[in-house]
Every structure is written in structure tokens, then in C-alpha cells.
């Protein structure tokens, strides 16, 4: 999948810059701006809180990025394969089921405590199309991935933003547009969760 | 353009209920949920980081601008630099035509709404989908934004039902907002998969990598800037800034003060052409760089970059906090202001992109209580602008020949308006009268009393009773004070100027008075007639030039305000008068912060307990245009007998705003109504004042509401107890 950056943690954040101290914040704000946030210790218990989300929607299609740059999360889009749902992960696959699928996984660089947002790499038309068109958005990110505010957010962006597509993801698509009255999903997902893994990298 | 009935579009725009309602509402819960949005964050630091960008950036505009299209040239974007909305029109059809584009979606952009973008499609042949969902139902109405954040707040949830009806042909109940939600959903997904071009604004453009930021909340505008395989910007250049960490110091305050949120859903920035997916003229599936154009709209910003006032409007962000506080704003709504951009800034935006000529028609509308002076992320002086704005239309038009004529024949001449008044104070008034206040004025005057009593003239103004207050003053006075009454001290609250006069001999000052003080000036320039105003501010400064004193104080924050500050800005290109203006203005003092200082020093600003209850009103021009808003309130905590009780919304202008209460009795009277509302909820007998022009208008309205609640001058209030 093309990216801004092939490796956001050794070329892209600074010293200092990122600390899982910083994590409590980002959760307040998130759960604020309507997300849900599931933090789990390793990927073994992600891929279970995973399975208990698609029970709980029951997609009838998937689409999924992130499997290419991560072996572990490849491996748990290769078992929900093979548990016999419809998941699509090559990006002409993803390109047809785009409109049709109804949970869209995809992957975040880091987190910004200040806003509750996820700083999110879509160079990719398909990791685009997957974090947008499905109502669902399920999101993998490291939990230890955190900085304090959009201000150190954007200075790391602009450290390796040379060409492409990023940006931050706060909680769900949502208007006001009616009357004021908050709604969400209207063009974007109504449901964005976070799976925070705490131990990322090892199986990197 | 055809010649607009202003008042009567506010008339119509104060009867609807519907807006009424919503804008009422939200003007009373954002100002709270804006802070909260600010929590933990210094807001005054991030005002000042962005203030120092945006300012920065337009002093090397044309660099940025150059950067800005070299970055992009080299990532494989198209740039195109537009003087006006003709020539982006030309150039977007023309890009449809080589690119065989049938269908376009756009996400939102005040600056194409500017140049009536939209237009151009339909003689081409060419489908264009709005689709941030109030800017999708405001375009099914044919309507303009009232607002750049909420472009539908104007309507209600069963008028938005009816533009749903009318695009898509089948009944939609009013009462369910998620569906009509999901209805918007799955229609307009179709018009974005389907579209071959999308259409986005920029909230900045960065010149060292060329990408562009989006901010929205539906996500409109991350589909219109992937699903097509056209992506076309339209950027002014007033959103330029240098680098990816600037953005930074908008990102903080733009949701904040937008939406009150700390981050909208979607913040994206998209840099340069980016890949596309889409199946081509065969049906076959093709993965291929998007064709990205860039269109930097001038329409009249290169020019106000140069100049070192407008400039300042570079630092606006299209927060449209600035409309959130404006009491005008949120009573009138944005239409009236008649062009796509409302309240102050947008006053001064079509000024600046449509001509002096169209801001004149509702440049009326800023009352400069500089409320959102004190909000604006890159604060932007509002109020200013538009002075500047006035006086350059000035310039070229002359001053409106009504407004003229009543100051040189009336303000100007103290001596004719001296005549005028006590022949009407003896004659006109008498049958009107009622105690210290008229109700009702007849035939065409009639106006100026509806929904509030006027005061009556006083029947001996205060210039007559100089001689006799001068013979009080002390033998040894500690200082000279030459105290300048301006014109409603000195004819309408002439016991209050007397009032004035004791409390300052009670701290032992000599009060003098020169009789050949004018007018303050206030009145013509705010107009914008600068040169009339420099003729009044000369006749005054020469007045007090002979009497000497130490210092020159005047009970009216508004005199003050124009004494101190703007007198000094009238003498640019003029050393001599500089100099004699400079001499003048270090001297000048408001009552109540000068009175509040020798309390000090002399022991008398004590804590006193309780007693009848007070509550004190905050002048815009006392509170923001001086700073002004401790002394009186301590003043009162001094005063025996009495105890201060704050009410709601303390700061809000009360409606009188110089001659604005008189020409637009219409909006002025809700303003007054809700200040009235709010002083009797806090059960006061007594609501005190620090200016004239309050003190008429909030007197009035306390009087012809029957409330029984007095309306004094904080000189009043101290004089009584002495």
C-alpha cells in the first residue's frame, strides 16, 4: 500500500515527541468526539476483540488494509477469510466492494491526546475508501503511539509530508447541519473503533 | 444592483420566528460551549501564535504564493492564478471540457459561493452536487449561506424536509432527522461515486510542500477529494501560509471557535496529485495519479495585501465566531447583509473582494461593540476595518448629506444646537412629558419612542450651571481637572455632569469647563468623514489648550474612548497637530477609573456591607474599548447602602450604539428588551451605568416597561452618598 511514510516511528517522530504517558488524555477525548476504544495487550487479544465486533455487526462484506506493512494484522484478515466471511483486502477487490461493504479495517500512525484524533497515512485510494465508505470504521493503532497535541502532531507530519494524502480522524462522520441536532454517519462511517494494541511492534 | 429596502428585509428577517428561535438559542449556548471546547489550553497564547502567522505570511504574500505553485508544479499539479471569478469560471469549464466531465461534486467553499460559482455549470451541461448537507439543501432552496460554519441554521427541521421532498421526489417527514440524515447518505453517495470532477476550498494552502488542509466534520470532502478522478482547488490567497507546523496554529483555534469542538472529524491534508481508481471509457478498471488543478483566487486580496489595514483580514480563518457574538448578527441573521459573507468580517470581506460600494449598503449593521474583537482567533480588529472601510467610501462618495447636516448644524455648533433644544424642551416636549422621561414623541418621531421612553431635556443644560458649581471649588485644589461633558452630558444628564463635579471636588480637584467644547466627534466618524472630524477634534483640543489642566476627564466611555485613542490617529501627515493631539490625549481619563484611583489614595475604597440591591452594565465601548470594567464595580463595592448584584450577560450592548438605536429602532429594541429582561431578573432596584448612551437607552426601557428600577450614572450613584 502506497504511504507518506513507510516507517512513521524512525523517520517521522522526533525525540520526546511520542509517549504512551500521554494516553489517558487522547482516550477522554476520543470517547468525547464519539469513539469507541478498545485497548488490548497484544494482538492475540485484538484479533479476539476484532471477532466479538463482527459479531456484533455482522458484516456481510469487509474491506481491510494494513495487512501488507503488518504481518500480524495480515494474519488475522487471513483467518477471518477462513472462517468463511467476506473480507477483501487486494485493492481492486476493494475497489469493487467499496459501496457494498459494511466495515471498512483500517490502520492509524499515532495519536494526538489534545483532540482525541487519530493521524492517519492514506496515500492509498484504498485505504481511503476503506477508513470512508463502509458504516463501520475499525481502526488498529499503537497504543504507546501518542503524542500531546496537534501542535507536535503537525510537526511530525511535516517532517515527512512530501507528496500524498493525511490527515486526523476524530470519531465518527457527524453533521449539525439540521437544526443543530448532532448527528452521525452521514458521509463517513457513524461507528469508529479503536483497537489500541500495547505491544505493536513486536511482531513487527 | 437593484437598490435594497434594508430596513425592510430586517423587519421581515426579526418576524421570522423560526431563525429567531435558533439564532436566539445558540447565541446563548456558544459563547459557553466555545470555552469549554478551550479547556486547559491558554487561548490568549494561541490567538497571539496565529495573529503573528497569519501576519507574517501576508508580508511575504507573493513569496508564498510562488512557492506555494512551484511545490505543486513539481508534484504534477496544474496552477492557475485567477484575478476574478470570471476567469476561474472560464478555466473550470474549460478543464471539463478537455476532461469529458459530466458530473462534479464539491464539499464546501466560501469562495466559490463569492464569485457564484454554481452558475456556470448549467450552460454547459455540466450536474453540480453541493454536498455538505446545509450547503446541499441551501442550493435545492436557491438560498445563500446565513452563516460560513451553518449555512441552514435558518431553518427548521420541516423547511429542511421540504428541500429533501423537492430533490428527491418522495415524502419526508420533518420529525425524523436520522432518516432525512441517511436519506442525504445514500443520495449523495451516488452523485460522489459517480462524479468525474470534485471541487474543494482550502481552510490553508502550504507553500513548502504545496498541500492543501480541509477541515470538516461530515466528510464530504475526503470523498469529493478521492472518489473523482479530478481534483480541483479554489484557494485564496489570504489562506496561504509557509509551512506544515503553521497549520498547527490553526487547527487549535478554527473547531474551537468554529464548532466548539477541539478537532472536527476530518482534518486532511492532500498534497499534490494522489492515486485514483476508476473505470474508464471501456468499463475497465484503472489505477492511475489523479489530475489535481489549483486555483489561487485573487478577486481583490492581492491589492488588500498591500495595504497595511486591510491586510489585516488575512488573518481571518472563516471561523464565523465573530457572527456568534455579534448582537446584530444573532438577531438579524446573515441575509441581510446581502452578499455571501455576513456579520463584521463579512462587511469587510465584500468590501474587499466586491467594492467599497456594495459594503456601504450594510456597513450600518457593525455597531462596533467590539465583542467579537475579543474572540477572534487572529484578532482580526473588526470594527476598525470597517471605520477604515467607512472613511474610504467617504473619500470617494462624500458623507451621507443627513448625517452631515445634523452634525454641522446641530453637534458642531453648540450654540445653535443649545437654541434647538431648549425651544424644544419648552415647547415640543411639554405635552409628552412624563416625570424625567417622554413616552411617546407624535407623527414622525413616533419611532425613536416605540418600545422605549426618551429622556427628557434637561431644563437648564450644564454649560449654565458652571459658574455657579465652580464657586465649590477647593482653595488648595491637588488637581486641575477640565472635565468634558460631550453632548449628551451636557444637555439630556446635566444633573448627572453635576454630579460629576461633586464627586470630584470631594476629592479635592478644581473642575473647569471650557465653554467652546464641541461635540466629541463620534458621530461623523463613524460615518467615515475623517476631515470633519479632524475640524471638531482641532476646535476641542484648542479649548482645553487654554485652560491648562492636569487632567482632561469626560464621563462618557465613548467621548473618552474617541478623545484618547482616535484623536491621536487623526494627525498622521499633520506634525503640528500631531504633537498639540498628542499633548492633548495623554491627559485624557475616564470618571470612573480616575475616581476609583484617588479612592485609593485617599482611603475611601473600602468594602461596605450590603444594602439594596445594584446591578452594573458593562458599555461595549467602556469594557472593550477601554478596558474599563473593575473600577466601577469596586467604586460600587465602596459605595454604603448598597450591594452589587451581576446579571446576566453584563457585557452585552444594550442597543443604543450612538445613533444605531435611533435608525434602527427595530433591532435596537430586542437588544434593549433582553438587557431589561435581564436587570429585573436579578431583583436590583437600581441599574447603574457608566455612559450616557446606556443610560438613555437602558433608562428608557426600564421606564416605558414600568419596572420601577432606576437607571443612574455611577457619578449619581457616588454623588448621593457623599
Not at chain 1, 467499496?98 to 489534545?114: L, M, Q
Not at chain 1, 441536532?181 to 473503533?193: C, D, F, I
Not at chain 2, 445514500?186 to 490553508?204: H, S, V, Y
Not at chain 2, 411617546?440 to 431635556?457: A, N, Q, V, W
Request: aromatic share 8%.
Amino acid at each position: 500500500m502506497e504511504k507518506v511514510c513507510r516507517d512513521w516511528a524512525s523517520q517521522a517522530f522526533g525525540k520526546g515527541m511520542v509517549k504512551a504517558e500521554y494516553w489517558d488524555d487522547f482516550e477522554v477525548n476520543a470517547k468525547a468526539a464519539a469513539a469507541e476504544i478498545f485497548r488490548v495487550k497484544d494482538f492475540s487479544e485484538g484479533e479476539a476483540k476484532l471477532n466479538e465486533l463482527l459479531q456484533e455487526y455482522a458484516p456481510k462484506e469487509i474491506i481491510a488494509v494494513g495487512g501488507d506493512e503488518n504481518s500480524a494484522i495480515k494474519n488475522i484478515y487471513d483467518k477471518i477469510a477462513q472462517s468463511g466471511r467476506k473480507i477483501y483486502t487486494g485493492k481492486y477487490d476493494i475497489y469493487e466492494h467499496r459501496d457494498s461493504a459494511d466495515i471498512g479495517i483500517s490502520t492509524a500512525e499515532f495519536c494526538v491526546a489534545e483532540t482525541g484524533s487519530l493521524c492517519v497515512d492514506n496515500y492509498s485510494y484504498e485505504a481511503r475508501v476503506t477508513s470512508m465508505l463502509p458504516f463501520v470504521n475499525i481502526v488498529f493503532v499503537n497504543a504507546n503511539y501518542v503524542v500531546k497535541d496537534v501542535t507536535v502532531a503537525c510537526k511530525i507530519i511535516g517532517k515527512v509530508f512530501n507528496k500524498g494524502y493525511v490527515g486526523f480522524v476524530t470519531g465518527p462522520s457527524r453533521t449539525a447541519d439540521i437544526e443543530r441536532v448532532l448527528s452521525l454517519g452521514v458521509h463517513g462511517p457513524n461507528k469508529l473503533l479503536i483497537i489500541a494494541v500495547e505491544d505493536f511492534e513486536g511482531v513487527r | 444592483m437593484a437598490e435594497r429596502n434594508l430596513k425592510q428585509e430586517i423587519q421581515k428577517k426579526l418576524k421570522d420566528d423560526v431563525m429567531q428561535g435558533a439564532l436566539s438559542k445558540f447565541a446563548e449556548q456558544y459563547p459557553g460551549s466555545r470555552l469549554n471546547a478551550y479547556k486547559g489550553q491558554d487561548i490568549e497564547e494561541l490567538r497571539e501564535e496565529l495573529r503573528a502567522m497569519k501576519h507574517d505570511a501576508v508580508q511575504h504574500i507573493d513569496q508564498l504564493a510562488d512557492d506555494f505553485e512551484a511545490s505543486l508544479r513539481k508534484r504534477g499539479t496544474e496552477v492557475f492564478r485567477a484575478k476574478d471569478g470570471q476567469a476561474v469560471k472560464d478555466y473550470i469549464i474549460k478543464i471539463c471540457k478537455e476532461n469529458g466531465v459530466k458530473r462534479v461534486v464539491k464539499s464546501k467553499s466560501m469562495a466559490s459561493e463569492e464569485i457564484h460559482l454554481n452558475e456556470c455549470f448549467g450552460e454547459h451541461d455540466i450536474r453540480v452536487k453541493e454536498t455538505d448537507l446545509g450547503e446541499w439543501m441551501i442550493a435545492i432552496a436557491g438560498e445563500r449561506p446565513s452563516h460560513m460554519v451553518m449555512p441552514a441554521i435558518h431553518m427548521n427541521r420541516y423547511q429542511c424536509a421540504e428541500m429533501f421532498e423537492q430533490e428527491l421526489h418522495h415524502e419526508v417527514p420533518g420529525e425524523d432527522i436520522p432518516n432525512m440524515i441517511q436519506l442525504a447518505r445514500k443520495n449523495l453517495r451516488q452523485e460522489f461515486l459517480q462524479a468525474d470532477m470534485g471541487i474543494t476550498g482550502a481552510n490553508f494552502g502550504i507553500a513548502e510542500n504545496g498541500a492543501i488542509g480541509l477541515v470538516t466534520n461530515e466528510g464530504n470532502a475526503r470523498l469529493v477529494t478521492t472518489l473523482p478522478r479530478i481534483h480541483v482547488v479554489l484557494i485564496g490567497y489570504e489562506k496561504l501560509i509557509p509551512k506544515t507546523e503553521d497549520a498547527a496554529k490553526i487547527l487549535r483555534l478554527l473547531p474551537r471557535n468554529g464548532t466548539c469542538q477541539r478537532m472536527t472529524s476530518y482534518m486532511t491534508m492532500v498534497d499534490g496529485p494522489t492515486r485514483v481508481m476508476y473505470k474508464d471509457a471501456g468499463g475497465k478498471v484503472v489505477e492511475t495519479d489523479r489530475k489535481q488543478y489549483v486555483i489561487l483566487l485573487d478577486n481583490g486580496r492581492l491589492e488588500a495585501a498591500k495595504d497595511p489595514v486591510f491586510q489585516q483580514a488575512y488573518q481571518c480563518v472563516r471561523c464565523a465566531s465573530c457572527l456568534n457574538v455579534c448582537p446584530i448578527w444573532t438577531l438579524v441573521g446573515g441575509h441581510v447583509y446581502g452578499h455571501v459573507y455576513s456579520g463584521g468580517i463579512g462587511a469587510i470581506l465584500t468590501g474587499l473582494f466586491n467594492g467599497v460600494d456594495t459594503f456601504a449598503q450594510f456597513s450600518d449593521l457593525c455597531i462596533g461593540c467590539r465583542k467579537c474583537t475579543t474572540i477572534c482567533p487572529g484578532k482580526i480588529p473588526i470594527p476598525d476595518i470597517i471605520d477604515e472601510l467607512r472613511s474610504r467610501y467617504v473619500q470617494k462618495h462624500g458623507a451621507p448629506g443627513m448625517d452631515k447636516t445634523m452634525f454641522n448644524m446641530v453637534l458642531n455648533d453648540r450654540g445653535m444646537f443649545h437654541k434647538l433644544l431648549l425651544k424644544a424642551g419648552s415647547i415640543g416636549q411639554a405635552p409628552f412629558k412624563k416625570g424625567k422621561f417622554i413616552r411617546h414623541l407624535p407623527l414622525f418621531m413616533e419611532e425613536m419612542t416605540k418600545g422605549r421612553s426618551l429622556p427628557t431635556i434637561a431644563s437648564e443644560p450644564f454649560r449654565d450651571r458652571v459658574e455657579r458649581l465652580s464657586r465649590k471649588n477647593p482653595s488648595k485644589p491637588k488637581k486641575r481637572v477640565a472635565y468634558f461633558s460631550g453632548c449628551n452630558m451636557d444637555f439630556v444628564f446635566a444633573d448627572t455632569s453635576e454630579n460629576v463635579v461633586k464627586v470630584l471636588q470631594s476629592l479635592g480637584m478644581e473642575v473647569v469647563y471650557p465653554i467652546e467644547q464641541a461635540c466629541c466627534g463620534k458621530p461623523i466618524l463613524g460615518v467615515g468623514d475623517r476631515e470633519a472630524g479632524r475640524e471638531t477634534a482641532k476646535k476641542n483640543i484648542a479649548a482645553f489648550e487654554k485652560v491648562n489642566a492636569d487632567v482632561i476627564l469626560s464621563a462618557c466611555p465613548t467621548c473618552t474612548e474617541t478623545l484618547h485613542e482616535t484623536y491621536m490617529k487623526l494627525f498622521e501627515n499633520d506634525p503640528e497637530w500631531k504633537a498639540r493631539a498628542r499633548a492633548f490625549c495623554s491627559k485624557v481619563r475616564e470618571f470612573s477609573s480616575f475616581v476609583a484611583e484617588e479612592y485609593k489614595k485617599t482611603g475611601r475604597m473600602v468594602h461596605t456591607k450590603g444594602g439594596e440591591k445594584v446591578t452594573y452594565h458593562d458599555s461595549c465601548h467602556m469594557k472593550r474599548g477601554l478596558g474599563i470594567y473593575e473600577e466601577p464595580r469596586a467604586l460600587i463595592d465602596a459605595t454604603p447602602g448598597v450591594e452589587l448584584v451581576e446579571m446576566h450577560n453584563c457585557d452585552k450592548c444594550c442597543g443604543m450604539a450612538g445613533s444605531f438605536g435611533m435608525k434602527y429602532q427595530e433591532v435596537s429594541i430586542p437588544m434593549l428588551n433582553e438587557k431589561v429582561d435581564n436587570i429585573k431578573a436579578t431583583g436590583a432596584a437600581t441599574a447603574v451605568v457608566a455612559c450616557p448612551a446606556c443610560m438613555m437607552q437602558i433608562g428608557g426601557g426600564l421606564d416605558k416597561a414600568e419596572t420601577g428600577i432606576q437607571t443612574k450614572h455611577i457619578a449619581d450613584l457616588l454623588a448621593e452618598k457623599l
